[in-house]
């Protein structure tokens, strides 16, 4: 390429502001740092809460809130932290690295992609309202109350709440996949993808196929409550059950919606910075595809105490135990990764390390929960609370901060600072773990979930976990400073810091707004590290040549 001023001016004029990213913005990098930006504030109230319903668990008595204000604190912690936290990471992701991953300009419908996010804080923002006006009743960890008289407008804004974020989620499905499937380079088959392309291709897929059902379920409810029609109400001869069927038909899958783009995110991280091709591809793409399938087939394993015929158990017994195999199959890969491999232990290869151990661990309980006399016996206990964090934090947090951590270079122009990084993962990984480790045994013990007050026989484990999310609290304050820190000081990063092979390093730091000055070129998989191939794109040679040319313009 031949490098001209009249390049280096053009390519200057197309950089973002900062006004940009409070606007209906079209650009799927906005968009993307958007999601990113206000899923993390979402988090920092969702971790709040649960900072509240901890300190209440630090002892037996109801010495901080009452036992009706805690039902409705967790729910809305849940609620917050799924569908305003995880769900939309992802989509943070996917809209930021898509386009660039496949050497595209842009989504497949950029009004669309805006219009899909700004569905999102509008909904998160009536999802914190329907607490203050009346928390619901009836929210992620509770079914249809018998009575339906009180709440009733809070469960209605929180019903519209999560209706919006699920057609959020719905758009951008759309959008992803018609993206990857349409608008990759002519070079690029489906088989030189980028691994986090398969993630959410199958990610959209389950979106697109479970989340319709939830709004269904939600807007049936809303007639029970507001036109006294009986779907779910027994007192009028519905069922309760039917709307558990419609609720975990999405809330399975849900799970894997989240973690699926992680994955995604976890198989671009360990081969760049272990400096190896990911093992087993095909294995870990295809296998992508077959988690989304087995997770549409798996939902009534929520409902094995919800007096399920015992064949039927038998069916769904067998398909969660079943849905380990795929999943087995990219920890293997990922682990033969990174085996042999030139480790650089940076913080995103930390935080790739977290989530293997972490998920692993989830993985195995689940495994366990899949065993239907196991599930009985534990059914509603804290061991199901660990089991679930294990997979949603240890998996799907740790793997956000992974994912942070490798592309922020990519986003920002700027390279975090690695002490500050170090120090995040430590106390994160030993806070996560000093928390959820411990509610194993509480659960198999018999402590109840949902619950305020407990056997005071219990306490000792309850002040454990309590001290561990006090530092789990503790680890966000060092990210925050290295983001801020990094932004305003951090090294320059450079189009590649990380000697990468996919795409989206082939452009600069942070992109331009139409993505590339050319054509990418796909001259090698984006996975062919430890090979003897010239990489036309490694070196800093190009960014530095253009950064002195820039400063004789200016």
């Known amino acids: 390429m031949t490098i001209t001023t009249e390049n280096i ?39 709040a809460l649960a900072e509240v319903v901890r300190t209440e668990l630090a002892t037996p008595e109801p010495d901080i809130v009452q036992p009706e204000v805690f039902n409705q604190l967790f729910t809305m912690h849940g609620t917050i932290m799924i569908f305003l936290w995880i769900v939309p990471m992802g989509a943070a992701f996917a809209n930021y690295l898509i386009p660039l991953m496949i050497g595209a300009e842009d989504m497949a419908f950029p009004r669309l992609n805006a219009l899909a996010f700004w569905l999102f804080p509008i909904g998160g923002f009536l999802l914190i ?75 959209s897929a389950l979106a697109l196929l479970s989340t319709p059902v939830l709004a269904g379920a939600l807007i049936l409810l809303s007639f029970d409550l507001l036109a006294g029609t009986a779907f779910f109400n027994p007192v009028g001869g519905g069922d309760p059950i039917v709307y558990q069927h419609m609720f975990w038909f999405y809330s399975h899958p849900a799970v894997y919606i989240m973690i699926l783009p992680m994955f995604g995110v976890i198989s671009e991280v360990l081969p760049v910075h272990a400096r190896k091709p990911i093992f087993g591809y095909r294995a870990i793409a295809y296998s992508s595809l077959t988690i989304s399938f087995l ?93 679930m964090h294990y997979v949603l934090f240890g998996g799907a947090v740790f793997g956000i901060f992974a994912g942070v951590y490798h592309w922020f270079p990519k986003m920002t122009g700027r390279m975090v600072n690695e002490t500050w990084g170090k120090i995040h993962f430590a106390l994160t990984f030993i806070g996560f773990n000093l928390t959820f480790l411990p509610m194993h045994e509480l659960g198999l013990l018999g402590m109840n979930r949902r619950v305020a007050l407990y056997d005071p026989r219990f306490q000792d484990l309850n002040v454990l976990a309590t001290i561990g999310s006090y530092i789990l609290a503790v680890s966000t304050i060092p990210f925050l400073i290295n983001v801020f820190w990094s932004l305003a000081k951090g090294a320059k990063a450079g189009r590649n810091p990380w000697r990468s092979l996919t795409l989206e390093w082939q452009t600069s730091s942070p992109p331009i707004i139409e993505n590339f000055e050319e054509k990418p070129i796909l001259w090698a998989g984006p996975y062919e590290y430890g090979i003897d191939l010239e990489n036309p794109f490694e070196d800093q040679e190009v960014d530095e040549l253009l950064a002195e040319v820039a400063t004789e313009i200016r």
Request: hydrophobic content about 50%; glycine content about 10%.
């Open 129 to 203: 309202g329907s607490f203050l006006v009346g928390p619901s009743q009836s929210g992620w960890t509770a079914y249809p109350p018998l009575s339906l008289l009180t709440g009733q407008w809070g469960q209605e804004i929180w019903i519209l709440s999560v209706l919006l974020v699920g057609t959020s989620s719905i758009l951008g499905a759309i959008n992803f996949s018609t993206t990857i499937l349409t608008m990759r380079i002519p070079e690029m088959d489906i088989h030189s993808m980028p691994l986090f392309c398969w993630a959410m291709l199958a990610t």
């Open 9 to 47: 001016t053009s390519n200057h004029h197309q950089k973002r502001k900062w006004q940009d990213y409070f606007t209906f913005n079209t650009d799927h990098k906005v968009i993307g740092i958007q999601y990113l930006v206000t899923s993390f504030f979402f988090y920092l109230i969702g971790g």
């Open 295 to 387: 997770g549409l087939i798996v939902w009534a394993h929520h409902m094995f105490t919800s007096a399920t015929p015992g064949w039927l158990r038998m069916f769904f017994m067998a398909a969660t135990m079943l849905i380990a195999v795929p999943t087995g199959i990219k920890i293997f890969g990922w682990c033969a990764t990174l085996w042999g491999g030139k480790l650089n232990l940076n913080s995103a290869l930390l935080f790739g390390f977290g989530f293997l151990s972490s998920f692993l661990i989830g993985g195995l309980s689940g495994v366990m929960l899949a065993a239907a006399p196991f599930d009985i016996h534990v059914h509603d206990t804290y061991f199901v609370v660990a089991h």
